[in-house]
């Protein structure tokens, strides 16, 4: 409940009912209507209609099973990122602010178990009391790696001593996407707006009530992908994964990009609930409603049958772009945590973690608000008398 009100707080949109939508928060979130969608997306909306599904007008309402537009942070064709309807000119002159771009965090800079501030690839240090690292579900555990925060045998193995011996990087999760894609007819090349379409549904071995794939349609394939210049893409993801992967650095080199593997459909229920998901989207593809705007089936391709599938899709498959739990939040017995509610790192202190990385399990939405849903609470929680006021104080590494 907690969490559900403070979305509110942070929602500015004049769509949806009271109960379930915030109107003067400073994250803007604007309604895909079914008239200001491109005519091949209008027709996906038929076609799964026509296939059973029901039609939601509210994703974030109180039942989201179904197909229709989606809610975006876009206004006037811009995407509302934090930098601009967080970072505003008023917060960006205050006096205990500095805002330092285009640095490299290569680590955090330790007193036995106390951090006390960072050093840059470069080699300037930055001194704080407290620091906050946000650098995303990559980003981040790879901070803490190179700062001796993770698991001991690792670390030994690249000489980096042990600061604290957490899983760090040892738990990654993300959804594996699928892109079911289409060359538009001629006659029906609109592709602006570029995204805002989606059925949401659960698979025949979704658990309880959870809601676990996603078909996400968008305009977005180059063109060039397309004999005929447009496309459409049907994008199937197991929005409820059961795999885990792992991020592991391959040197100390701030330089050098870690070791990512998601480890897609490792899990056999993934695999099998992400052939569903495609067979589906085919299914859709094919309703009249949606063909008549379709010239041929560019990804799978009509020469692909339900035998060649699996062997297609495993060929193909993509990243959601959704990766968490590289740093996750759990309890003091919890062996998998590495941070508490508050984000602060177990065994440490003047350290926290505010980012997608702490989410122990990577949620069947976007993970941009659920992001900053958390950052909301663990300042109200952690800071409530300072909150907008610790700038000088802190160190923040994104």
């Not at 990577?362 to 008398?385: D, F, G, H, Q, W």
Request: charged share 25%; hydrophobic share 40%; aromatic share 6%.
């Amino acid at each position: 409940m907690l969490s559900t009100q403070t979305y509110k707080e942070m929602e500015n949109t004049p769509d949806g009912e009271d109960a379930y939508h915030g109107r003067t928060g400073p994250f803007p979130i604007r309604q895909r209507t079914y008239a200001e969608l491109t005519a091949s997306m209008r027709g996906f909306i038929d076609a799964a209609m026509a296939e059973g599904f029901r039609r939601v007008d509210d994703f974030n309402g109180p039942d989201p099973s179904g197909v229709g537009g989606y809610p975006v942070n876009v206004v006037d064709n811009v995407r509302q990122n934090v930098g601009l309807v967080y970072l505003t000119d008023q917060v960006r002159n205050r006096a205990n602010l500095k805002i330092s771009g285009n640095l490299l965090v290569d680590r955090v800079l330790f007193d036995g178990h106390r951090a006390t501030g960072v050093v840059t690839d470069d080699g300037e240090e930055i001194y704080a009391d407290e620091v906050i690292v946000s650098g995303g579900s990559y980003g981040t555990a790879a901070i803490l790696l190179r700062s001796g925060v993770g698991p001991a045998e690792d670390m030994a193995k690249l000489g980096i001593d042990v600061v604290a011996d957490l899983p760090v990087g040892q738990h990654l999760q993300d959804q594996p996407f699928y892109y079911n894609a289409y060359a538009l007819k001629r006659e029906a090349l609109d592709m602006r707006p570029a995204v805002g379409a989606l059925l949401w549904l659960p698979s025949s071995e979704a658990r309880g009530d959870e809601l676990d794939i996603h078909i996400a349609v968008t305009h977005l394939m180059p063109p060039e992908y397309s004999p005929t210049g447009g496309a459409i893409a049907l994008s199937v993801a197991v929005v409820k994964p059961d795999s885990r992967g792992t991020l592991t650095l391959r040197s100390r080199d701030p330089l050098e990009q870690p070791e990512i593997d998601c480890n897609f459909l490792a899990e056999e229920r993934d695999a099998r609930r992400m052939i569903e998901g495609v067979k589906l989207a085919r299914r859709i593809g094919r309703n009249p409603a949606l063909a008549r705007f379709l010239e041929l089936e560019i990804l799978p391709g009509d020469a692909v049958g339900d035998a060649q599938l699996a062997d297609a899709v495993a060929s193909n498959l993509a990243s959601y772009g959704h990766p968490a739990a590289t740093a996750p939040m759990g309890g003091p017995d919890d062996p998998w945590a590495v941070v508490d509610a508050s984000g602060a790192v177990k065994g440490l202190s003047g350290l926290r973690v505010v980012d997608a990385s702490i989410m122990p399990v990577v949620p069947s939405v976007a993970l941009n608000p659920t992001t900053i849903m958390i950052a909301e609470r663990i300042a109200k929680a952690v800071y409530p008398s300072e909150l907008g006021h610790r700038g000088a104080e802190l160190a923040v590494t994104t």
